[in-house]
């Protein structure tokens, strides 16, 4: 549905909570809280009502048909229905940040196991945020580097050759991972970087970013410290690989299809 008014309530909210912890409390003043918890509290309130009266016009309109309840929905495979809402939230987010992308991917059927829906659902949505917003360049930048000016985010699944686990391979077309900003940022936080591999490994390091503030989409570091966190607790790894000028791809190897489907 598009839910924005939550989605900037909710940002208000943390960014009062961040305020807070930034004046030397160890956390923010209940009347620092109080007015942007109550926007969220009366948002979420609103559009719970607004779903509810959905859900009825759902139950009068449905026909019933042989075996299936009136207003009753058939459910999408899992994994196709987390590709689609990606597919969905990249042309929704490059239009706003006016940075147009496309979302291509080939996953075999019965690949990824149902069970791993949720995860991949949370790392696509994190790295597709976390593309457009860092690494994909605005339509004129694309253009005087000789790429369309529609960016392509990629996503792949398939067995791994050598251990057999299971490899999700996400890429982006971009401007790869800019190393002096990186370096910039962690000069900044005071932490002390010897080669390029603990540079790119910063940027899974918690509240960890290079945007210049936060908003709804970055800023707060937490979006690939999460993905990570998910990836290792599922039993996974996550490496990234970049070229500058060029792409920025993300590795994860979860546990064999085999252990995954059991």
Known sequence: LALGPIASALHALEGAIGAGGQNGNPRPMAAELGQPLEHVIQVVAETE?????????????????????????????PVAAVLDQVSRFVGDLGREL???????????????????????????????????????EESTARRDAGKPATAILQFAA????????????????????????????????GV?????????????????????????HAGRGVGLDLVRQRVTAAGGTLAVHSQPGCFCAFQILLPSVEAASA
Do not use: Y
């Open 49 to 77: 009502a607004l779903l509810h009266r959905f859900a009825g016009f759902g139950r009068m309109l449905a026909p019933a048909t042989d075996g299936v309840a009136a207003g009753a929905v058939t459910p999408a495979e």
């Open 98 to 136: 006016g940075r147009p992308a496309l979302f291509r991917h080939v996953v075999p059927a019965g690949l990824v196991p149902p069970g791993h829906s949720d995860l991949l659902r949370v790392v696509l949505l994190q790295l597709v945020r976390n593309a457009l917003v860092h690494g994909v």
């Open 158 to 189: 398939r067995p791994h050759a050598r251990s057999g686990r299971l490899e999700l391979v996400f890429q982006d077309d971009g401007r790869g991972l800019v190393h002096e900003r990186l370096r910039a940022r962690a000069a900044e936080l």
């Open 192 to 216: 002390t970087v010897d080669t390029d591999a603990e540079l790119d490994e910063l940027i899974f390091r918690p509240g960890f970013s290079t945007a210049a503030g936060a908003s709804l």
